[in-house]
Nanobody
């Protein structure tokens, strides 16, 4: 069992930055690929970024070059650094864990956090 708790969301002006953090419980954090997804009002949840057990990273085209995902296995934490934020980045951001291998599909993830709101004003 893995429990995930996100933090770091908030309100920011366009062009600004935020850093999201996801703290995981349990002793097997290093066995999970970690992903960030987001869901804007009236839209489906979408893939944002993911990081493998070995630290390889993957991003959606919409955030590539602006967002950076990283993991700190010693602290059971995954981070999402978000720079050059745009109003279209406004959404609830979710952290998710998938055993062993990563996926771009939310249905394949095993555990989810409760989400944290990110609002970017124009």
């Amino acid at each position: 069992q893995v429990q995930l708790v996100e933090s770091g969301g908030g309100f920011v002006q366009a062009g600004g930055s935020l850093r999201l953090s996801c703290a995981a419980s349990g002793r097997t954090f290093s066995s999970y690929a970690m992903g960030w997804f987001r869901q804007a009002p009236g839209k489906e949840r979408e893939f944002v970024a993911a990081i493998t057990l070995s630290g390889s990273t993957y991003y959606s085209d919409s955030v590539k070059g602006r967002f950076t995902i990283s993991r700190l296995n010693a602290k059971n934490t995954v981070l999402l650094q978000m720079n050059s934020l745009k109003p279209e980045d406004t959404a609830v951001y979710y952290c998710a864990a998938k055993f062993r291998s990563l996926s771009y599909y939310d249905r394949e993830y095993d555990y989810w956090g409760q989400g944290t709101q990110v609002t970017v004003s124009s």
